[in-house]
């Protein structure tokens, strides 16, 4: 029975370890494509958005890249939201990619990112909640639910 959990504990391990090592990283001149910032000085909070076809768009935030999903025709001509292959941000606390479909996100926080308000990316409900509480966290929001004007609202500070 031990040995089970083991070899099970194992497999998790590796297949968690594996994502992670297939997001891309950024070369030290990848620019946001939404605000120009060089994204490899700000590791904390880089997000990617990694396409079918292998390339890939880093971002300094999750900001920036909720901006650039929520405006394709403006930020990547020619895309499309169908040949997107996965989306990553940067875990809060462990600073490991993750996927962003399956994130939560606090927002009106003490923390700021590179560009000032931030969604604040956390790996699940308790790390969000304990988040809420030690930086004065707002909201609280999944992936899907962040619509198009809420980083908008988040630049002007408006939670």
């Not at 297939?22 to 910032?37: A, I, Q, R």
């Not at 396409?51 to 405006?71: E, I, P, R, T, V």
């Not at 962040?146 to 980083?151: D, E, H, L, R, V």
Request: hydrophobic content about 45%; charged content about 25%.
């Amino acid at each position: 029975m031990l040995r089970r959990a083991f070899l099970a504990l194992c497999i998790c391990f590796w297949a968690t370890a594996s994502v992670a090592q297939n997001v891309p990283k950024p070369g030290p001149k990848d620019l946001c494509p939404v605000c120009g910032m060089l994204v490899s000085k700000y590791p904390n909070w880089i997000a990617v958005v990694v396409w079918k076809d292998g390339h890939s768009h880093f971002f300094d935030g999750a900001k920036d890249m909720f901006k650039f999903l929520h405006d394709l025709p403006k930020y990547a001509p020619g895309h499309r939201k169908e040949e997107i292959a996965s989306i990553h941000v940067t875990d809060f606390y462990n600073l490991q990619r993750m996927d962003a479909r399956k994130t939560l996100f606090v927002i009106g926080s003490d923390v700021l990112g590179p560009m000032g308000h931030e969604f604040v990316p956390l790996a699940n409900q308790a790390d969000a909640d304990d988040f809420m509480k030690d930086h004065k966290g707002k909201k609280i929001f999944s992936f899907e639910r962040i619509t198009p004007g809420i980083p908008d609202a988040l630049d002007a500070g408006k939670f």
